[in-house]
């Protein structure tokens, strides 16, 4: 495998090892980048494309196959993955769902490259707004299998409770995912209070599994929506190749019917514990997001 290629994973993969960006922003406004080009997309797509074919790859030796066969399954659906954001960057009705749910093609493909199984074998397919998941696996003896995703159902409840949150239906039909206007400067559960908008005056906004939460003032900027749109397609990710199968080891029976996410969560709490939220827009998924939310 190519050095360089073996370095962007590691970037990705370990975000405490890098503070410096890799990718340059299309947003002026953002220390005053030039444009992304051909070269940046090119590289994203790259890094996408080699963690998803690492990971399916990894998890293929351990299920006594093939690396190579699980690299090169894993890095197609790595690719969707990456033109699954790309649209969910966009400016447009229905960019957020669309680009989620091509995204989920993409994380199945990579699920299924890491068990042996062909390409569309089992298909993980997020119900936009709503924090379940189906489980779809054609010519099976039970074809849809529906399973909560823990997280997103915690958060959601959070703020359907919260008399400071209102849920946007609009904006969540067309983003995929719950989104909530936010009436006071504690974004979401257990996330430190922000200021309305930091040193570059971007509005501020936070996602915690499928749920995005965003304070009223940022309601009408369509970066910083787009912004969080790309994490949840990061989180629905680490689901996907990662906490299925953390999940079916730590907890075979609640995983029957629950999505713990017990990666995600983990990574969660490592984020805000040892991570001030200036350092939090340095690790290389806030990068990520910002290069496809803000052009």
Not at 93 to 102: P, Y
Request: hydrophobic share 45%.
């Amino acid at each position: 495998m190519r050095p360089h290629v073996v370095i962007l994973c590691s970037v990705v993969a370990f975000p405490p090892l890098t503070a410096e960006p890799l990718l340059s922003s299309q947003q002026t406004g953002i220390g005053g980048a030039d444009p992304a080009d051909f070269a940046d997309h090119a590289t994203v797509m790259g890094v996408n494309a080699a963690l998803g074919g690492i990971t399916a790859g990894l998890f293929r030796i351990l299920n006594h196959g093939s690396f190579v066969e699980g690299f090169v399954q894993g890095a197609l659906g790595g690719g969707l993955v990456y033109a699954g954001k790309r649209i969910a960057g966009g400016q447009f009705a229905g960019a957020g769902l669309l680009g989620r749910e091509l995204a989920s093609v993409g994380n199945s493909i990579v699920f299924n490259a890491a068990d042996g199984r062909g390409a569309f074998d089992r298909l993980l397919v997020p119900l936009g707004p709503l924090p379940v998941r189906l489980i779809v696996s054609p010519g099976a003896r039970r074809p849809v299998w529906p399973k909560v995703d823990l997280v997103s159902f915690a958060s959601l409840t959070f703020g359907l409770v919260s008399s400071a949150r209102s849920l946007d239906i609009g904006e969540s039909l067309s983003s995929g995912a719950a989104v909530f206007r936010v009436k006071d400067e504690q974004i979401a559960p257990g996330r430190t209070p922000l200021p309305v908008a930091n040193t570059d005056g971007v509005r501020q906004g936070t996602t915690v599994g499928g749920t995005i939460f965003l304070n009223e003032r940022s309601m009408g900027d369509p970066i910083t929506l787009a912004h969080e749109r790309i994490h949840v397609i990061q989180f629905d990710f680490v689901l996907a190749a990662w906490s299925d199968r953390s999940d079916s080891w730590l907890v075979p029976r609640v995983d029957r019917y629950v999505k713990v996410n017990s990666v995600a969560a983990t990574l969660g709490l490592v984020n805000q514990t040892f991570f001030l939220p200036d350092e939090r827009e340095n690790l290389p998924w806030e990068f990520e997001a910002r290069f496809f939310s803000e052009r």
